[in-house]
């Protein structure tokens, strides 16, 4: 059973800013694939300092009053970016 079905909620947080941010976990699956909560810590990046060594992750049952507090961060969009890259021959 994937986290979302089981109604759980992500929680990423850098322990360098002190920032902690809440994502349904969908949106995360669609962004860096079906990995388990120990490789979301690995693959994401701070976005305030850019550091990856102290972000920390965890998923969770939110309730009652701690449920409506919770704002989320949510997927608007999905973008590539196309680079060109010259070669002197």
């Not at 909620?9 to 120990?38: D, F, M, Q």
């Not at 060594?53 to 961060?73: C, D, K």
Request: charged letters at 35%; hydrophobic letters at 35%; proline letters at 1%.
């Amino acid at each position: 059973m994937h986290a979302h079905e089981a109604g759980q909620i992500a929680r990423i947080s850098c322990g360098h800013c002190h920032i902690t941010r809440h994502y349904k976990p969908i949106e995360l699956r669609e962004v860096i694939g079906n990995v388990s909560i120990e490789q979301v810590r690995e693959k994401v990046r701070c976005q305030v300092c850019g550091k990856r060594e102290w972000m920390s992750a965890e998923l969770f049952h939110a309730y009652g009053q701690e449920l409506v507090t919770i704002r989320f961060r949510r997927l608007k969009e999905i973008r590539w970016e196309r680079r060109v890259i010259w070669r002197d021959e």
